[in-house]
């Protein structure tokens, strides 16, 4: 029989080993992440075809509020127009191009990490400074937002969904330009301001990257003496320039004028916009360094020629179809057990999670027992008309695991929640966990 001591370092023993396994079972960049509204944990996400073609119509609808037109947080707002004391608030427009080139810029046009395949469903894209996906959505997505101390269902979206993640990132875009002229400058003295004039947006493509200039870690002030005296060649947009030689609206500028192909099609069409002419006085005295401080009312410009007039892209009548569907939750089981006292099982278990209807649905799992962990803690399910050629595929899928160190008891229930921001309905999971160690260690009542 074994003594008392032999018994409680024998569980602490089968404890720890419980820790360190679910340590190295977590992903390396889970296990380090910095405080981002899922840490340490990545979501999962859906990445469409390698053509784009479904991020680009999400992009277009987005420039003329067709993607979320009725969502109070996610519908693009009107865009102001006019010059100092004459603002007023206009139809709400974005250039698609320019969505599509920040994009580029951001993250080369992709929702989920580099080793997740097209048309599959793998970790998120998460970014050390906590951006999200295709828009790198950093604003409200450096801390969970929702109940509890966890992500709410709108940052669920943004990390989980490309479409409430470009739609996101318009808005903040239309945030930035609508700025002026109370925190930043104007572009367009000369035209009213014109937002269909892609030149007028020099300003606010400069703030969705940050409104920097001298002495920031990142600065985007086109005449700052780190970058090389003006003129520059273009950036292009491929690659072979180093990023760091650029201010960020003359990357985005470059990638409008410069599109990827692929398949010997361009992602998108190719736009030469100009850029403000820093040999003219229209430009570089207004933009002068001098000139670099708060509210920069003095920085106002005319729009750089030759001006480009951007249009309203057509958008096809089954958008919300293509784009949404109408997903369904389902989860393939509502009860599972979890035995940490046999080394012949894995000490956690998977939960499938099903889209009965179409589109793409996103999910989030909760639970209140500290003893479990799940992973990832949201994601996607794929349904009808959804092409997915992942292990998995179409299915969400999360691990629930176990710390032994908080078990309550050794048996002991748990529950997790699977809820759908954009499917609706929840379904709950009992876990059950069986730790009831044998801990008798052979041998020791006969050394006694």
């Known amino acids: 029989m074994a003594s008392p001591g032999v018994r409680r370092s024998s569980a602490l023993a089968v404890a720890v080993a419980g820790i360190v396994a679910l340590a190295l079972w977590l992903p390396a960049s889970q296990r380090s992440a910095d405080a981002c509204a899922f840490d340490p944990r990545i979501p999962a996400a859906y990445e469409a075809d390698q053509q784009r073609a479904l991020y680009n119509l999400a992009m277009d609808a987005a420039s003329i509020n067709a993607l979320l037109p009725t969502d ?14 004459s603002r007023t608030a206009g139809t709400p427009f974005i250039p698609a191009v320019l969505l599509k080139a920040i994009a580029w810029t951001e993250s080369t046009m992709t929702m989920a990490s580099r080793a997740t395949p097209f048309n599959s469903i793998g970790d998120g894209l998460v970014t050390f400074d906590c951006g999200h996906g295709i828009m790198q959505i950093t604003t409200g ?6 109940a509890g101390g966890r992500a ?20 903040i875009l239309a945030e930035k330009w609508n700025a002026a002229p109370e925190a930043r400058p104007i572009a367009g003295t000369d035209t009213q301001s014109d937002p ?19 002495g920031a870690n990142r600065s985007n002030h086109p005449m700052d003496p780190s970058f090389a005296s003006w003129p520059r060649p273009q950036f292009r947009c491929d690659g072979t320039q180093s990023r760091d030689r650029y201010p960020y609206q003359e990357l985005v500028w470059g990638c409008m004028a410069h599109p990827q192909s692929r398949d010997g099609i361009p992602l998108w069409t190719a736009t030469q916009a100009a850029l403000p002419d820093l040999t003219s006085p229209a430009f570089f005295a207004p933009m002068s360094l001098a000139n670099w401080r708060f509210p920069y009312n003095a920085m106002d410009i005319p729009t750089p020629q030759p001006a480009t007039l951007a249009v309203a892209p057509p958008i096809p009548g089954d958008l919300q179809s293509r784009i949404f569907g109408q997903p369904s939750l389902a989860s393939a089981t509502e009860r599972v057990t979890i035995r940490l006292n046999d080394p012949s099982t894995p000490m956690r278990a ?5 889209n009965q209807g179409t589109g793409i649905l996103t999910w989030s799992a909760t639970t209140d027992d500290n003893f479990l962990i799940l992973t990832p803690p949201a994601g996607v399910a794929l349904g009808g008309g959804i092409p997915c050629i992942s292990s998995g595929c179409p299915n969400g899928t999360f691990t629930v695991g176990v710390n032994p160190t908080l078990l309550p008891a050794a048996r002991a229930t748990g529950t997790v929640t699977i809820t759908s921001p954009s499917g609706g309905g929840t379904v709950n999971i ?4 069986v730790a009831d160690f044998e801990v008798g260690a052979p041998g020791t009542s006969r050394a006694r």
């Not at 998977?350 to 099903?354: C, E, P």
């Open 430 to 433: 009992t876990v059950t966990i």
């Open 196 to 214: 269909t004039f892609i030149e007028n947006w020099y300003y606010a493509v400069w703030g969705y990257n940050g409104f920097t200039g001298p």
């Open 141 to 146: 997505m450096t801390v969970p937002l929702g």
């Open 350 to 354: 998977s939960i499938i999670i099903r």
């Open 72 to 85: 109070p947080f996610f519908a693009l707002q009107p865009i102001q127009r006019g010059v100092r004391g």
């Open 152 to 171: 709410s269902d709108r940052q669920v979206n943004i990390a989980t969904h490309y479409a409430y993640n470009i739609a996101r990132g318009a808005q």
